[in-house]
Antibody, heavy 123, light 107 residues
């Protein structure tokens, strides 16, 4: 069964750092682009970042560029999101989502989603 | 422009047909994909590409695009279709973006 399991979310103070992880199983992890999508409480979905299958190519939403860093360890089937300089507006459920192709420039579909991990930024 | 615009709320009588729309300039070039999200749950892909459904998605869900408007149509809406629906697309730089979402009520 294809599965994505996020972890690492917690309460953190403004300006703090956090690393989210997404453990993948049931598919060949290195063959697919992977993304993070977030949802603030009571709000809509917001795409955060995407990485290609090999891990060399990343893209970011403008509000997180320079603060967040996306990486992957294909040997461990795990996706990471390093979040620095956290702000109150980063408070959200963060979902890990699988792409359908290796390159994020060829496709933008998220075909499998994890259940999410909650990040709260507050003093 | 990277904006996708959706109506905030739509309602449909049980068993009737409803169309949920998504408007944006990127849709002239890139297909929209559609996601269903029920309260407290993760989103689920329901339509992608020109009009493709993942396995397990009922055939009452269909998609289409005309110009800058993509549509998700539910033919014969069921009570379990009540949910939030989001469209998604991308631009040529690798970035993706979602519409604001449409809350579907089945009466």
């Amino acid at each position: 069964e294809v599965q994505l399991l996020e972890s690492g979310g917690r309460l953190v103070q403004p300006g703090g750092s956090l690393r989210l992880s997404c453990a993948a199983s049931g598919f060949i992890f290195s063959n697919y682009a992977m993304s993070w999508v977030r949802q603030a409480p009571g709000k809509g979905l917001e795409w955060v970042s995407v990485i290609n299958g090999g891990g060399e190519e990343t893209y970011y939403e403008d509000s997180v560029k320079g603060r967040f860093s996306l990486s992957r360890d294909n040997a461990k089937n795990t996706l990471y999101l390093q979040m620095n300089g956290l702000r109150a507006e980063d408070t959200a459920v963060y979902y890990c989502a699988k792409g359908r192709l290796w390159s994020p420039l060829q496709d933008d579909v998220f075909d499998i989603w994890g259940h999410g991990t909650m990040v709260s930024v507050s003093s | 422009s990277s904006e996708l615009t959706q109506d905030p709320a739509v309602s449909v009588a049980l068993g009737q047909t409803v169309r949920i729309t998504c408007q944006g300039n990127s849709l002239r070039i890139y297909s929209a994909s559609w996601y269903q999200q029920k309260p407290g749950q993760a989103p689920v892909l329901v339509i992608y590409g020109k009009n493709s459904r993942p396995s397990g998605i009922p055939d009452r869900f269909s998609g289409s695009t005309s110009g800058t408007t993509a549509s998700l149509t539910i033919t014969g809406a069921q009570a379990e279709d009540e949910a939030d629906y989001y469209c998604n697309s991308r631009d040529g730089s690798g970035k993706r973006f979602f519409g604001g979402g449409t809350k579907l009520t089945v009466l």
